[in-house]
């Protein structure tokens, strides 16, 4: 089949079944309304819904039922025993939309059938179209699966498309099993009889206790399903390393320290004798506080260990994920760490300037400024060193890479306008004063704020700008001529590209021998790799290619016709 | 014959059965009256308005409604031309299940179930549901509804 073929195919087959689940879906939800829901004794209107509903349903299956069967058929016939069909991707993407919808769907009605079941089995309660759904999305999804399992993924694009229905389920799956947990602890913890002057209080057993316990269950079955089982051995993925370092490493991380900043603020204002203004008791908030900590270190903690294990199996090019995610968590920890700095000056500012504050206005800052010291320190130290390791031994693309560029001009963009913000006010407050005659009225206090921030975006512009004009000294930032330079060799681990990448400072497409063992090529010597890299550099041509030939490496500038 | 072929037949036979299965209930449930509950019961003054409105008997209807001064509602005129237009009383199919019914002396409130059938499409929700709770004041022996008095949740 043609591309505009396929395309026409699978879009008439994915409007056809969308017609026609939605029909069985209306005659289904009108089973369990007759058969569950239904009391002819007390239901009023009924018999009109039903013939309504019956007509519609009945409507969209014999329509829709038959020609989705028709152009499904004809789909098959086309794909059987046919590898390049079965990979295509425009099968692989309809197979994985529909996998990545149904699943939502089946799992979102799932939750809303089981608190039903959890909540004592009401009548009133009961939804027949949530129940419909739950089974039409759910042998939607069973079918889909099968098939795409059993006809395999041939091709990269259908291994790439059916990563991106594996990770984002993986992820949806472990999310709702991390917020059921929390909500679950919370709700329990706030249930306890040990909080002092509650005048009403509901039961444990609640709506939110219930949703919890659904959520804990089917995010557990479906991170289960997708992590252990669909997952497993998928090593060579960027989308892997995405989801390790982008989602889940800095998601649970940054879910802990969101919530340590949060619990430590709320002890040392407790240490302090500060005051939190709120109706619910004082430390109620370690209901939540304390599971969303240890729920987000046991997700950041597995996947870096995970993350870590795999490491050695991952081509080189794949792991820019992780240096991102290095970048993240380091601006992350920066900016915790200067917001905690910048508050604790305006501590010392105004105890420096004897400044007249609110009655426990000093406990609150202090609370807080520790708080964001004591987890945004050791993270800006810990990931900082990192970076500075893998800038030692990365070379060019380390200092070249994108995430390494936008990481120092935010901070030194961000510094330049904070201190030039700072300066206009310092200035103004200062010659309006002079100006009106009366240089001592309480300047501290109206540039307190400017003053606090000065202190730490100069520091932060120092250090940054230094780091920033040494890259340029290295060359992170000038102009390189890029060219399409394709490697054909036996170099599954793609150590040799990397390297090659390394001194270039940009991407090498490779291409592998058909026919050879995929054994590691026995590595070149540093100064082989120079005289590639020059020679590839001196060539006329703007395309290169490299062969691999006996163990050794040829140069071929080549152009197109 | 392979698995998904195998599973394509089993669904389609199951799919035959749903559409005879849900033909049938239709035919034969169908003619069912019904069941009337205590006329002097909170849920049965509920189920009466609401089988009044579903027949369109409005005068009915507005007989088990009891307003407070504050509704400005003093006659069945004000009340209809207040509630139904003339173009839309007849556009939606609804259906109403009594839920949970609640009395303390003279007063009560009836939980009720209210699936409004609107098909708007083929890929959109055909259906809407919402729980209104009626309350119920008693006066002499009869039960009269005093909220809501109006009727914008059956359009």
């Known amino acids: ?561 | 014959m392979n698995s998904s072929r195998r599973w394509l037949g089993i669904f389609t036979a199951v799919i035959g059965i749903l559409a005879i299965v849900a033909v049938l209930l239709v035919l034969f449930t169908n003619g069912r009256k019904v069941t009337l509950l205590d006329e002097n019961t909170p849920q049965g003054t509920v189920q009466r308005y609401l089988i009044e409105l579903k027949d369109t008997n409005y005068a009915k209807a507005y007989a088990y409604l009891l307003f407070s001064p504050s509704d400005k509602i003093s006659t069945y005129n004000d009340w209809l031309t207040s509630n139904v237009s003339p173009y839309s009383y007849n556009q939606t199919t609804w259906k109403a299940t009594l839920g949970k019914v609640t009395q303390d002396g003279n007063n009560a409130t009836v939980d009720v179930m209210v699936d409004t059938f609107r098909p708007g499409g083929i890929f959109s929700n055909s259906q809407y549901s919402q729980q209104i709770v009626f309350i119920l004041t008693k006066t002499g022996n009869s039960w009269f509804i005093t909220s809501p008095t109006y009727l914008y949740w059956m359009f």
């Open chain 1, 1 to 561: 089949m043609n591309t505009t073929r396929r395309f026409w195919f699978y879009t008439v087959t994915l409007i056809t079944l969308g017609i026609f689940i939605t029909g069985v879906g209306q005659l289904l939800a009108l089973l369990f309304d007759v058969l569950i829901k239904s009391s002819y004794g007390t239901q009023i209107g009924g018999a009109n819904f039903h013939e309504q509903q019956l007509s519609l349903g009945l409507a969209m299956m014999v329509i829709g039922g038959p020609l989705w069967f028709f152009f499904w058929q004809a789909v098959q016939r086309r794909v059987k025993g046919n590898p390049e069909e079965i990979g295509a991707a425009l099968r692989k993407l309809f197979l994985n939309f529909i996998l990545l919808i149904s699943a939502i769907t089946a799992i979102i009605a799932a939750s809303d059938f089981i608190k039903w079941l959890f909540s004592g089995v009401q009548r009133a309660d009961f939804s027949p179209g949530g129940l419909a759904t739950m089974i039409v999305a759910g042998i939607v999804w069973f079918y889909h699966r099968q098939l795409s399992e059993s006809e395999g993924h041939p091709s990269s694009a259908a291994r790439t498309l059916r990563r991106w229905y594996v990770y984002p389920l993986a992820l949806f799956g472990l999310v709702w099993l991390a917020v059921g947990l929390v909500q679950l602890i919370n709700t329990a913890f706030s249930n306890l009889p040990i909080w002092g002057n509650i005048l009403i209080k509901g039961q444990f057993w609640n709506s939110i206790a219930q949703s919890s316990i659904a959520m804990i269950l089917l995010g557990a079955a479906t991170w289960y399903l997708h992590w252990f089982r669909m997952a497993r051995d998928d090593f060579d993925s960027t989308l892997r390393q995405v989801y390790f370092y982008l989602a889940t490493i800095s998601g649970g991380a940054i879910t802990a320290l969101v919530y340590a900043i949060i619990l430590l603020d709320r002890f040392f204002l407790w240490v302090f004798g500060g005051t939190v203004v709120s109706a619910v008791p004082r430390f109620q908030f370690l209901g939540w506080a304390v599971p969303a900590i240890l729920v987000g270190i046991a997700i950041w903690g597995y996947h870096l260990r995970k993350a870590q294990e795999e490491a050695g199996r991952v081509q080189e090019r794949r792991q820019s994920s992780q240096r991102i995610y290095y970048y993240l968590m380091a601006i992350l920890g920066l900016g915790t760490t200067a917001t905690g700095l910048s508050n604790l000056f305006g501590i010392l500012i105004d105890t420096g300037t004897s400044l007249t504050v609110s009655n426990g206005w000093w406990q609150n800052q202090l609370a807080i400024s520790l708080g964001l010291l004591l987890v945004g320190t050791p993270l800006w130290l810990y990931y900082w060193n990192g970076i500075l390791k893998r800038v030692q031994t990365g070379g060019i693309t380390e200092w070249r890479a994108l995430s390494r560029r936008i990481f120092l001009y935010v901070i030194v963009g961000t510094s330049i306008i904070l201190l030039a913000a700072d300066l206009v006010n310092i200035i103004y407050q200062l010659l309006r004063r002079l100006l009106q005659g009366n240089p001592d009225s309480n300047f501290m206090h109206a540039a307190k704020w400017s003053l606090q921030t000065l202190i730490v975006a100069a520091a932060l512009l120092w250090y940054h700008w230094q780091v920033l004009r040494a890259d340029q000294r290295r060359g992170a930032e000038t102009v390189v001529t890029r060219k399409h330079v394709t490697l054909l060799a036996d170099d599954r681990t793609g150590d040799l590209a990397a390297r090659l990448e390394n001194k270039l400072g940009y991407q090498v497409r490779t291409l592998y021998q058909l026919g050879q063992t995929g054994a590691p090529m026995a590595g070149l010597p540093d100064e082989e790799i120079d005289n590639l890299v020059s020679e590839i550099q001196s060539a006329a041509s703007s395309k290169i290619m490299l062969v691999q030939l006996n163990g050794k490496i040829t140069v071929l500038p080549y152009r197109e016709k």
